[in-house]
């Protein structure tokens, strides 16, 4: 199998490369990967490290949007992961135009070079953001579309995108949609690893109004499990959850996240709230579980233990990322 990945420096792509190299994936052993990577702010060479030097790993610099390289590259393999995305709600809201043209555009112009060259499996990797907040229950894969941000919404545009391709082409594209996702490798802009690098730094936490949100967790490890038996597995033309193993709020994780890190309630400062912040999400994820057989192995809190332990232990990788 050759492999592209794209995204495949960031915090996912990065894990998933990682794993398939350890040959530590089902169906996907002796694969040999490509990883396209921008390397903008988000996407780090480093998180190839324990890779970097496999015989079975190619390395191409680049934008999902150029689409001579696209086509350059794509013909070389025969299936596709899509993790490239711009990613952080709090950015979208700022400035949209670069969610827009990567998330959507540049999917685009990946799933048209994808139909040029046959390629026989296609993974979307998205969000469970898509679909808004809702306020009990879970969405199921057939829920509708209700995007809030405009991070939300330009994954909402790529999803669909990709979805008509197999609709109108018969391309073989499936769509994951996942839970808030965590561990090792993480940008400190994002919730756990920004408030634990702030804590080991000695700074305060900064918790978006109450601190109510709900969110569902589920560590880089499990996420990737689930992507691979998709890609091996998974019907095209489906979506498929990958739900977490833990619902939290904000205040309650926050509250574990202190005391992983040895600090008190006083390093907590209560900011103003995200414009817009949808206050709950959750997904049913029965259809992984029923069809592929999947389940999470990672426990939450040994998953949250370790990625505290790997921060500490790391900050060689993340102290030139830190953001004020």
Known sequence: MNLLVTGGAGF???????????????????????????????????????????????????????????????RKHDHVVHFAAESHVDRSILAATEFATTNVVGTQILLDAALRHGIERFVHVSTDEVYGSIPSGSWTETSPLSPNSPYAATKAGGDLLALAFHRTHGLPVTVTRSANTYGPYQHPEKLIPRFVTNLLEGRKVPLYGDGSQVRDWIHVDDHCRATALVLTRGRPGEVYHV?????????????????????????VEHVEDRKCHDHRYALDDSRIRDELGYRPQVDFRTGLAETVRWYRDHQDWWRPLVID
């Open 243 to 267: 739900g977490g193993t833990e619902e939290l709020t904000n205040k309650d994780l926050t509250g574990l996240l202190l005391r992983e890190c040895g600090t008190g309630a006083d390093r």
């Open 12 to 74: 996912i792509g990065s894990g998933f490369v990682r794993a398939v190299l350890a040959d530590a994936l089902p169906g996907l052993e002796g694969a040999r990967v490509t990883v396209l990577d921008k390397l903008t702010y988000a996407g780090n060479f480093a998180n190839l490290g324990p890779v970097a030097e496999s015989k079975r790993l190619d390395f191409v610099p680049g934008d999902v949007c150029d689409a001579a390289l696209i086509e350059s590259v794509l």
